[in-house]
């Protein structure tokens, strides 16, 4: 197992891929398994590899709190996909004569034999990826939409806030939850598409109906 080189365009092609389908590298929330990975590579990720830039951008948020995230750090190689090894930093004295590094290495000759090999191998993962069928990243997301008082017409501000088109936005239930004084704030559930619709879009676009929007805040975020 392993994502190649993270220090290479070769390895972090390969963590955006693996990306393409999960929030994180293990399970459903952060862990010592992104700290690992994270800790890994030397630069964000280019914004074409934008899997591997989202799940970064979102890791390095939790920096001040990485000693407390659930989990053990393991070696890279105990991470990603298992058709590939991991070659992030490997000391040369510490492989078999008969181990060969998937992505190469330029401070190695290679005999004809285990070039040929290595160019094998990753042609038949690049085969591998080229057949996976491209997966939409999306998630569910619960909002609270506030109004102003008790006197807000909320049938008006769900109006506003239902009004909202966008490609990859898809509105859906909603009901009225009491906060206190007579108030009621909208709770709304939406799916969205990860790559075209942001929290921050739909809080510009929903505070923007100041007649009768307070604030807007996410309740609830998962991916689906």
């Known amino acids: 197992m392993g994502f190649g080189d993270l220090k290479s365009a070769a390895g972090l092609r390969v963590l955006n891929d693996f990306l393409a389908d999960k929030s994180y590298i293990e399970g459903y929330v952060p862990s010592q398994a992104d700290i690992a990975v994270f800790e890994a590579i030397a630069a964000p990720p280019p914004a074409e590899l934008f899997h591997a830039l989202r799940w970064y951008n979102h890791i390095k948020s939790y920096e001040k709190q990485k000693a407390s995230l659930p989990g053990v750090k393991k070696a890279l190689g105990k991470y990603g996909p ?47 990826k080229s057949k996976k069928p491209a997966v939409v990243a999306k998630s569910s997301i619960l909002l609270d939409v506030k109004p102003w008082d008790d006197e807000t017409d909320m049938a008006k501000l769900e109006e506003c806030v239902r009004s909202i088109q966008a490609d990859g936005l898809v509105w859906g239930s909603s009901k009225l939850v009491p906060v206190g004084y007579g108030i009621k704030k909208l709770q709304i559930q939406c799916v969205v598409e990860d790559d075209k619709v942001g929290t921050d879009m739909l809080e510009e676009r929903i505070t923007a109906f100041e007649d009768y929007v307070q604030s807007m805040d996410v309740a609830a975020f998962n991916k689906i």
């Open 82 to 128: 298992a058709d590939v090894e991991d070659t992030t930093g490997a000391a040369t004295d510490s492989k078999d004569d008969d181990d060969i590094d998937l992505f190469g290495s330029d401070d190695e000759e290679e005999s004809e034999e285990a070039k040929k090999l290595r160019e094998e191998r990753l042609a038949q993962y690049e085969s591998k």
